[in-house]
């Protein structure tokens, strides 16, 4: 398309010249193991959201990447908190990217995976009531009974006290659902970061100062930290860069 912004590899092999889609989903593609992929867009100066969202830092470059990586994943993983405040609605794909996961054997549309730890969720909300695919709540053994959200979602309880992301992960691998690409929020980050679950980390840096006051991409409690080494750096014309970060 025309209209798009060039995306070129600037590490570690620079391309001669920009990517198309084929390129970029084999630079994307996905794992041969269970794999959880965080995707955030930050400010140069770390900032997660522009005037309180995130789509304020986005541009065409990430927005791209955006898509590709949920026309690859298995499930969106996402926070109740991010899902209400971004309203989020039904998870679409294109006619191109819906062809293109029939054709590698996966449904057409990812699962929408939600973690509450209070059911705290409208079933009216357009992520539930109009899923292509019906959503799964993750939540705790002892948060409270939601009969409507069940009737909208799958709802497993998975914890106490806390949600278990890791037996929550656990139950997703046991449907089949292994490739999972995580959109948020901070919290949500911090707590898998602290868990050890994240084994990539896809980072669009916007060029641009968003000032003091804005939150960072992980939030929470203090976690040991650990490597998670560079696999490449793309640069778009507009001067933004998109990190990939993997354990493998």
């Known amino acids: 398309m025309n209209d798009r912004t060039p995306i070129s590899v600037l590490w570690p092999e620079p391309s001669p010249t920009p990517l198309d889609d084929d390129t970029l989903t ?15 867009v930050t400010s140069v100066d770390g900032a997660v959201s522009l005037d309180g969202y995130s789509a ?3 541009g065409e470059p990430d927005k791209r990447v955006f898509g590709l990586l949920r026309m690859l994943c298995d499930v969106l993983l996402v926070a ?9 609605r039904a998870v679409r794909l294109d ?4 062809a293109w996961r029939r054709a590698h054997g996966l449904a057409e549309y990812p699962t929408l995976v939600v973690v509450s730890g209070t059911l705290d969720l409208d079933p009216a909300q357009a992520a539930f009531a109009d899923a292509p695919v ?9 948060a409270p009974a939601a009969p409507d959200l069940a009737a909208v ?4 309880r998975c914890g106490s006290g806390r949600v278990d992301l890791a037996a929550g992960l656990a139950e ?3 449907r089949r659902l292994d490739q999972v690409l995580c959109e948020g929020g901070p919290l949500l980050f911090g707590a898998l970061t602290a868990a050890d679950l994240v084994d990539e980390v896809c980072l ?24 998670l080494p560079l696999r490449h750096v793309l640069h778009a014309d507009d001067g933004t860069l998109l990190l990939r970060y993997a354990r493998h």
């Open 26 to 40: 084999t630079l994307y593609r996905r794992a041969d193991r269970p794999h959880l992929r965080m995707n955030f």
């Open 56 to 58: 304020g830092l986005s």
């Open 80 to 88: 109740a908190g991010t899902l209400r405040h971004e309203g989020y």
């Open 95 to 98: 006619d191109r990217r819906r």
């Open 134 to 142: 019906r959503p799964v709540v993750l939540t705790r053994d002892d």
């Open 153 to 156: 979602a799958d709802v497993v």
């Open 172 to 174: 997703l691998h046991r």
């Open 204 to 227: 669009s840096v916007a060029p641009l100062l968003a000032g003091a006051g804005a939150g960072r991409i992980t939030a929470g409690g203090p976690s040991p930290a650990r490597q």
